[in-house]
T-cell receptor, first 113, second 115 residues
């Protein structure tokens, strides 16, 4: 089954403790992206990657890092999480160009206390 | 810069009634337009998309949307609401500019269906 897999689904952590949210897709997509979803704000892009070793900032990149060492994986790294990063995070991938739409993962609900 | 406005953060309808969720966009180039649905505790699922072919687009679960360039709108409709349609709906635009083809989302509309 074609899918984007995120782990973990739920995570509670403390301020300042580094964490990584993993994302993997099995569709051989070149393009991957991370979004965060907050009530009343919709989804906002954090980072995206056009291909292996090619990443760039989205609209809200502060406090996040990403890497793209393999085509299928696109982890999101929070080096020093803060409470304002409490959110619902989605990884997405797409093939081809913009007309294809994205395939989304099931989401990771992160709480930073 | 592209943007999406969804009118009404919450829409409530009776089962069997018409569903109309409004979406207006701004884009400097011909856009690709999408509607996604999010059921509770789930990710986003693509309902339908407009990619410059037919202006009336049919999607899954009986939903359809019409692209109106003159009104810069892409409203989502369903003739008869069902209880299972209760979810949050997001309109999104990708203008194809540059290489990102970033999806810009509206803030979402929560659809409630009353028995």
């Amino acid at each position: 089954e074609a899918q984007v897999t995120q782990n973990p689904r739920y995570l509670i952590t403390v301020t300042g403790k580094k964490l990584t949210v993993t994302c993997s897709q099995n569709m051989n997509h070149e393009y991957m992206s991370w979004y965060r979803q907050d009530p009343g704000l919709g989804l906002r892009q954090i980072y995206y990657s056009m291909n292996v070793e090619v990443t760039d900032k989205g609209d809200v990149p502060e406090g996040y890092k990403v890497s793209r060492k393999e085509k299928r994986n696109f982890p999101l790294i929070l080096e020093s999480p803060s409470p304002n990063q409490t959110s619902l995070y989605f990884c997405a991938s797409r093939g081809g160009q913009g007309r294809d739409g994205y395939t989304f993962g099931s989401g990771t609900r992160l709480t930073v206390v | 810069a592209q943007s999406v406005t969804q009118l009404g953060s919450h829409v409530s309808v009776s089962e069997g009634a018409l569903v109309l969720l409004r979406c207006n966009y701004s884009s400097s180039v011909p856009p690709y337009l999408f509607w996604y649905v999010q059921y509770p505790n789930q990710g986003l699922q693509l309902l339908l998309k407009y990619t410059s072919a037919a202006t009336l687009v049919k999607g899954i679960n009986g939903f359809e949307a019409e692209f109106k360039k003159s009104e810069t709108s892409f409203h989502l409709t369903k003739p008869s609401a069902h209880m299972r349609d209760a979810a949050e709906y997001f309109c999104a635009v990708s203008d194809g500019g540059g290489s990102n083809y970033k999806l810009t989302f509206g803030k979402g509309t929560l659809l409630t269906v009353n028995p």
